[in-house]
């Protein structure tokens, strides 16, 4: 299957071709922007499928995080990655940062567990707990910095993200959230078929409730 990988969720702007039957990535265009996603993203793309040497004709599945991160970001990629299904008469699946930065921290570490602690600044945590084969163990919630400091005490073993040193008992902050686009085609490529279409994760705010990836419905704001 050849996927289509997009990420906007952050301070990059990303793109990746991915054969998912070679497991090889043909093609990867990663740009660390700010902001400015919706007049970049589809300018990666093309270099994305002029690195595989493909059409976008051959793209068969689209794969794009959902969140949590950048609020105008997440739009414009869950956007295009709709448009490009809709064109194309393929699937787009969605996938959370959460789950993608668990999948990224393992395919470096190794299959153990893991919880992905994200700083949502306002003294809360986005926060989801995977077992070593990548299932997730607890719901991605938004919590208070001490229920997520409990949380984690409880689990115990090794947490990753920008809220890690914060879980840790350490006052600073660290560098912003990253992972590789390639984590985003190789997750979205072993998606089952007929899931919801890929949609914002709000995990503040009155229409907000917990979430876990493929397996809830998901909420998009009008």
């Known amino acids: 299957m050849i996927v289509l ?3 906007t969720s952050g301070g990059d702007c990303a793109a990746c071709v ?10 990867r265009v990663c740009e660390t922007i ?3 996603h919706a007049e970049r993203l589809m300018g990666i793309v093309d270099k994305a499928l002029e690195a595989a040497n493909l059409d976008l004709k051959a793209v068969q599945r689209i794969a794009v995080t959902i969140g949590p991160g950048s609020f105008t970001g997440i739009r414009v990629g869950v956007s295009a990655a709709r448009g490009f299904a ?3 008469g393929i699937e787009a699946v969605g996938l959370t940062t959460l789950e993608v930065m668990a999948k990224d921290w393992q395919d470096q570490h190794g299959q153990k567990p893991v919880t992905i602690a994200l700083d949502a600044r306002r003294g809360e945590v986005y926060i989801q ?4 084969d990548g ?18 005490s409880r689990l ?15 006052a600073n902050a660290a560098e912003p959230d990253r992972f590789e686009i390639t984590a985003v ?3 979205g490529a072993a998606r089952p078929q007929g899931g919801p279409r890929p949609a914002p994760l709000y995990l503040r705010g009155p229409d907000a409730r917990p979430q876990t990836g493929f397996a809830l419905e998901r909420r998009a704001h009008a």
Do not use: C, M, Q
Not at 18 to 27: I, K, N
Not at 129 to 132: C, G, I, L, N, T
């Open 185 to 187: 085609a190789r997750l």
């Open 156 to 170: 115990g073993g090794e947490v990753f993200g920008s809220a890690a040193i914060l879980l840790n008992g350490e």
């Open 5 to 7: 990988a997009l990420d």
């Open 18 to 27: 991915y054969d998912s039957a070679s497991d090889a990535v043909l093609g």
């Open 135 to 152: 299932s997730s163990v607890t719901n991605a919630e938004l919590l208070p910095l001490d229920d997520a400091i409990s949380l984690f």
């Open 129 to 132: 707990s995977f077992a070593a």
């Open 34 to 36: 700010g902001k400015g």
């Open 86 to 88: 809709l064109s194309l």
